[in-house]
């Protein structure tokens, strides 16, 4: 299969790439990793919005290029994350009671199957050679 299809469908179903290497127990330990995550930070209102500059306004440069990052990771989960986008769950980057946390987990989860899908190229890589 294309490398390129490979790394959509990996990107899209979290443990696609390890699914499609017929890596089964992998496949499903990275998808319920990346579900467990988008749900627990969705369920503690983690922000999946471009933080906005009123929202950055009074934080030092670091910590607004961490916030940028961070949005830049949540949408690295793929299914999990368009699938509440669909469903139009919007939270901004400082509402909710416990925002912190959510966001966090819904960066972890991009940043899980981010991790997931270059193991799984790697090991195609490593299969081919």
Known sequence: ??????????WLVPGGAYLLA???LQSAVALALVSCATVAG???HGAN??????ELRGLDGLTAIIAQAGAWARPLAGAPYLLARLFQYSQTFLAGE??????TLLVLAGLLNL?????????RKARHA
């Open 22 to 24: 017929r890596r089964y």
């Open 42 to 44: 969705l369920a503690l």
């Open 98 to 103: 416990l925002h912190e946390y959510g966001t």
């Open 49 to 54: 919005l471009w933080p906005g500059a009123d």
């Open 115 to 123: 991790l997931a899908l270059a193991d799984a190229l790697q090991l």
């Open 1 to 10: 299969m294309n490398l390129a299809l490979t790394a959509l469908f990996g």
